[in-house]
Each structure stands twice: as structure tokens, then as C-alpha cells.
């Protein structure tokens, strides 16, 4: 479950709330996003108060006791990578191993100003950052935390060679399948190229729950009916994830102010998921 770090109505009690409530329901994995400069063009999408993942994640490791944690996704050039190094490998610590790295490049042009990073280099950043993590954890013991995965994020080609080189997992952010289907081809044949494996896919879907069934070529996965969405995340499955996240976030920073409606649709996909798929879990994800 992708859980909203920002907003009107977010704050400590209310981002407990959300742990509590998801993991109650059997779900086995808890994200939230990342800002540090609540710029103009931040702001527009995901308005303050903007808590940051790390703080936020070890905040939320001490009121939850067994679901995973991570960040979909940290902008790595916000942060040196011995900084990223260091913080990952004691919140994973500290949580009892149950932390999740998803990374990405970043797109908003006037925080990265405003951090004084240039934006036009921050793909280069992202790799030269993501080696020096790596090495960090591999060869200096006062920043080993256990196996950490990395779950590289970005729908773009060079998102896709990302994952390649880095990612124990790829993970897209929002598609439709069709898309989806035709990416999978690509990031596979990048892998063969390369003569690596294919990273695994842990893709981050919509959650937007209809009465009426939503048609058309641009549906995105995870938006319609009950019915849909349950066989979309059938859909995700054979297609060889075995972990989806849902974002229940449409847009509108008010949503944050009444959690819910969102609570109800987490809860009605996690019983009609068990109820009504034969290669159904325990655990959500």
C-alpha cells in the first residue's frame, strides 16, 4: 500500500492510522513518497506538511511490528549516497530488516534548484549514487544493514537500463496493461544484451474503485470495478509479480483530510482478493 506522506491532513496520528489500518488488513508492505523542497511545482501535486521517508518510515517501524517499509521512490540526487548508505542501513536495521529501497531519478525541476542539484544531469547522478550505495554496503562494515533491496523506478527506457544494472526489482508507477506488456519486452531484451537477469517486477498500480466498469484503451490498471481490479492483479501475477502496490491517491490533496473512502477500498480489494482468487495469499501486497 502506497500511503500519502503529505497533504492537509496528514500528520503523525493520521500516518499512524494508515500503518495500523493496512497492516491490520493482512497487507505486508507499506511506502511513501519523497520531497525535502515543498517547491511550486511540489506543491501543486503534494502540498505540505511533506514528511520526509526516512524520518517518516522509522516513525512508523516503531508502531507497526511485521510490515515491510520502503520508498516509492527515494530521489537519489537529493541526498549524498554515503548519506542514502548510511540512513537505509539503520532504519533496516533498526526495523528488523524490513526495509525496501525503490529509487528514482526525480522530475521536479524547481526543487532540484531549489536543493541546488543540476536537473539536466540527475539521470548520471542516479547511477554514479546508486554504484557508491552498492559499494558502501558491500565493503564498509559501518554501513552494512543486511540485504537491502533495491526496487529501481521510472516507465522511461532509461528507467528500464536502470533496473537492469541496479535493480533487484523494476517498478513502474501507474500504466496501462498493454503498456506494461509491451515494456516487459523491452526490459528483457536490455537484460539479454547485457547478459543479466531480468529484474523482478513490483509494479505500483492505481486504486480507484468504481461501480460502474471504466473501458477504454487508457484505463489504468487498478481503476474500475472490483471485478477489474481483481483481474488485473491476476493480470500482474502471471505476468510475474509477486509483489503489486496500490495507490489509492487520485489526486486531489483533500483526500487526505478523509482517509476512509480509501480505507474501505483497501479493505473490499483484500477480502474479494482472498475470497475470490484461487492463487490467493494470507498477505496482501
Known amino acids: ?55 517518516t518510515l522509522a516513525w512508523l517501524a516503531g508502531t507497526t511490528r511485521r510490515i515491510r ?6 530521489i537519489v540526487p537529493y541526498r549524498h549516497p554515503l548519506l542514502i548508505a548510511r540512513m537505509a542501513a539503520n532504519l533496516n536495521d533498526l526495523s528488523g530488516g524490513r526495509l525496501i529501497l525503490g529509487v528514482g531519478v526525480g522530475w521536479a525541476r524547481q526543487e532540484f534548484e531549489a536543493l541546488g542539484i543540476p536537473f539536466e544531469r540527475r539521470g548520471a547522478l542516479t547511477d554514479d549514487h546508486l554504484r557508491a550505495i552498492l559499494a558502501a554496503w558491500d565493503n564498509d562494515e559501518d554501513y552494512r544493514g543486511g540485504r537491502i533491496p533495491i526496487w529501481v523506478g521510472g516507465n522511461s527506457d532509461a528507467g528500464l537500463r536502470r ?19 509491451e515494456a516487459l519486452d523491452r526490459m528483457k531484451a536490455e537484460a539479454d544484451e547485457r547478459e543479466r537477469p531480468v529484474p523482478a517486477l513490483a509494479p505500483r498500480i492505481a486504486l480507484r474503485l468504481s461501480e460502474s466498469p471504466i473501458t477504454g484503451p487508457g484505463r489504468l490498471a487498478g481503476e474500475g470495478t472490483i471485478d ?8 500482474l501475477r502471471l505476468l510475474g509479480a509477486d509483489t503489486v502496490l496500490l495507490d489509492p491517491f487520485n489526486g486531489d490533496p483533500r483526500e ?6 480509501a480505507w474501505q477500498a483497501i479493505a473490499t480489494v483484500s477480502a474479494c482478493w482472498d475470497q475470490g482468487t484461487p492463487h490467493s495469499r494470507t498477505e496482501r501486497r
Open 1 to 55: 500500500m502506497n500511503v500519502p506522506n503529505f497533504g492537509p491532513g496528514t500528520d503523525p496520528g493520521r500516518l499512524r492510522d494508515w500503518a495500523q489500518t493496512v497492516e491490520g488488513l493482512g497487507f505486508d508492505l507499506l511506502m511513501v513518497s519523497d520531497h525535502i523542497a515543498v517547491t511550486p511545482d511540489v506543491a501543486q501535486q503534494y502540498p505540505a506538511p511533506f514528511y520526509e521517508p526516512f524520518t
Open 69 to 74: 517499509l520502503g520508498t516509492t521512490v527515494l
Open 163 to 181: 533496473a537492469v544494472r541496479f535493480g533487484e526489482a523494476w517498478h513502474p508507477l501507474r500504466f496501462t496493461l498493454g503498456w506494461l506488456r
Open 228 to 235: 477489474q481490479i481483481l483481474d488485473d492483479l491476476e493480470q
Open 256 to 261: 487526505t483530510l478523509h482517509p476512509q473512502p
